[in-house]
């Protein structure tokens, strides 16, 4: 409790101290509510000596651990047991409002920079391939070790420490409205945009929405659509909650890319974390905390892995509302670790 009082201390004082953040008419939200807006079962299955299932929940999951029942690491000095599970330890907010952060209640900040650059969504239908309409959109990047700061598992070094903490936000990154700049940070993106290239989404999708995405098709998103250009640009808008997720998707694929964003999973991961600049989407999992939380279980599961159709989990999203283009998410991130106890 002493954690969480004053992790929340710190982030008021971040935000507010300074006087220039405030609510407006175009800025809504609300903060989450860790009991009731998170779906906790995300974090199962959980599983013990490799093999062992401790929790199944009847979550998705995929092999990524060791399957020895014992694990060694070196530095610090460590013997223990293979551990995984779905840590919580990520949030993000998508927005048509520059400097609006829903998930904090709707409050505004004073950009400086792009402050015009405000979401939207165009009518025109008239594309060369189909009848699509296309969207902007901005985003924030929220550090939430929810399952640290509230002491849910006793093994802290499988946690992730980081604090609270804004560390991304769309506004201010000069790559999220301008596709040719953003090709400087993933610039092997560019032999993707083929119609070969395009095909092979298709078969990304289905595999998303059957279990999880293909790692090598790494360039799709799957039905949320390309994963590149890495901007706030979706060529394709269905809905809000397939744009709201493609961003997600985006912003955890760019800070990979620029070496800011470290994975968590798989053998390498047993005594810490290691950079992945080609992300792999199977080590996330997504469930909706804003307008309407995902707390409904739909075929046994409320959070879905990345490129996984929306078109079951958007029902009733997009009611005419103030803040109705904003919608907030939980980032589940897939934890392998060598949990046990360290000499001295």
């Known amino acids: 409790m002493k954690k969480l009082i004053s992790a929340a201390l710190l982030l008021a004082g971040a935000l507010f101290g300074s006087g220039t953040a405030n609510a407006d008419a175009l800025c809504t939200g609300k903060f989450p509510n860790l009991i009731s807006d998170v779906c906790w079962s995300c974090m199962m299955p959980i599983k013990l000596f490799g093999t062992a299932t401790l929790l199944g929940g009847g979550q998705d999951d995929f092999d990524s651990g060791p399957v020895n029942p014992i694990c060694f690491c070196q530095n610090p000095p460590k013997v223990g047991i293979p551990t995984s599970f779905w840590e919580f330890d990520m949030m993000t907010d998508v927005t048509a409002v520059p400097g609006c952060f829903p998930l904090l209640g709707g409050v505004r900040v004073n950009t400086g920079v792009n402050a015009d650059a405000f979401g939207q969504i165009s009518d025109d239908q008239s594309g060369e391939i189909g009848s699509t309409r296309t969207s902007f959109m901005q985003v924030n990047l929220y550090i939430n070790p929810a399952l640290y700061v509230m002491g849910a598992i006793l093994d802290d070094s499988c946690l992730d420490q980081r604090g609270i903490d804004i560390p991304w936000v769309s506004f201010a990154d000069p790559t999220h409205n301008d596709d040719e700049l953003a090709g400087i940070i993933a610039p092997y993106a560019f032999p993707f945009g083929g119609m070969v290239a395009i095909g092979a989404m298709s078969a990304d999708a289905v595999a998303a929405t059957?279990?999880?995405?293909?790692?090598?098709?790494?360039?799709?998103?799957?039905?949320?659509?390309?994963?590149?250009?890495?901007?706030?640009?979706?060529?394709?808008?269905?809905?809000?909650?397939?744009?709201?997720?493609?961003?997600?998707?985006?912003?955890?694929?760019?800070?990979?890319?620029?070496?800011?964003?470290?994975?968590?999973?798989?053998?390498?991961?047993?005594?810490?974390?290691?950079?992945?600049?080609?992300?792999?989407?199977?080590?996330?999992?997504?469930?909706?905390?804003?307008?309407?939380?995902?707390?409904?279980?739909?075929?046994?599961?409320?959070?879905?892995?990345?490129?996984?159709?929306?078109?079951?989990?958007?029902?009733?999203?997009?009611?005419?509302?103030?803040?109705?283009?904003?919608?907030?998410?939980?980032?589940?991130?897939?934890?392998?670790?060598?949990?046990?106890?360290s000499p001295g």
């Not at 989407?281 to 909706?288: G, L, P």
């Not at 958007?314 to 904003?326: A, I, K, S």
């Open 210 to 341: 059957a279990g999880f995405p293909i790692p090598e098709i790494f360039w799709a998103a799957g039905a949320y659509g390309h994963m590149y250009p890495l901007t706030g640009n979706n060529e394709a808008h269905l809905s809000m909650e397939q744009t709201a997720r493609l961003q997600t998707t985006r912003v955890l694929a760019k800070l990979h890319a620029a070496g800011t964003q470290w994975s968590a999973f798989g053998s390498d991961a047993m005594c810490g974390y290691y950079p992945q600049i080609i992300m792999d989407k199977r080590q996330y999992k997504f469930t909706r905390l804003y307008p309407i939380p995902q707390t409904v279980k739909i075929a046994g599961k409320c959070c879905d892995p990345i490129g996984r159709s929306p078109i079951l989990t958007q029902t009733n999203t997009e009611l005419p509302m103030p803040g109705w283009r904003d919608f907030g998410y939980a980032i589940f991130r897939k934890r392998d670790c060598c949990s046990g106890a």
